[in-house]
């Protein structure tokens, strides 16, 4: 085999290295938030040294963009299709599962963002864009395909709702608020709310 059929087929090695810095840079925003990336915070996250990081990103404004970038459209685009294959109503109510979120990590990720979008019209404007192009958009019409009969007014109040439960849901689990009890009662909600569609 030469050296050009071993390439034929291989993510780049840069590709490759950027994607592993920035999941190594989700346990640095997980401890200490948004403020603790730095090129020699994500490097031992990572196990590289600091110079390859700053190889691969120019400067921490550059690390930090591309992680918010990377780690936001990627989270929210895998929660709303996780679960594929299964019905609608039931990938919905695993949505309220731990299964959900793939680490603690992600969740804590995730609020931080949240969080910060308060403060950083450019995670604010990411966020907004996202949701109102993206996500809200991307759930409605998997309600619409699920309930034909339903208007579009209603998978839209549907769609809404269920978001807005999802992320109290888990803004309640950081504080330590859910347990099995309540998660009972937010499939019995949602389920109300898909039935409300038929």
């Known amino acids: 085999m030469t050296m050009m059929e071993n390439k034929i087929g291989r993510p780049s090695k840069a590709q490759e290295r950027s994607y592993e810095i920035l999941q190594a840079a989700v346990s640095v925003v997980a401890k200490e938030g948004l403020e603790g990336i730095t090129f020699a915070k994500v490097a031992e996250?990572?196990?590289m040294q600091r110079t390859l990081v700053h190889h691969y990103f120019s400067s921490?404004?550059?690390l930090m963009n591309a992680f918010i970038e990377h780690y936001i459209s990627k989270m929210g685009t895998e929660i709303i299709h996780r679960f594929s294959g299964k019905p609608l109503s039931e990938r919905i109510i695993m949505m309220f599962t731990p299964e959900v979120y793939r680490t603690q990590d992600d969740l804590i990720v995730w609020f931080e963002l949240v969080a910060q979008s308060a403060r950083n019209p450019f995670i604010q404007q990411m966020l907004h864009t996202l949701w109102t192009k993206h996500w809200l958009p991307d759930f409605e019409n998997q309600l619409a395909q699920e309930y034909p009969k339903a208007t579009p007014e209603a998978i839209s109040s549907a769609t809404y709702v269920i978001v807005c439960l999802f992320e109290a849901?888990?803004?309640f689990s950081?504080?330590?608020?859910?347990?099995q009890q309540r998660q009972k009662q937010m499939e019995q909600t949602v389920l109300m709310i898909?039935?409300?569609l038929s």
């Open 45 to 47: 996250a990572s196990g």
């Open 60 to 62: 921490r404004s550059d």
């Open 169 to 171: 849901y888990w803004a």
């Open 174 to 179: 950081i504080q330590g608020v859910t347990d």
């Open 194 to 196: 898909l039935n409300g």
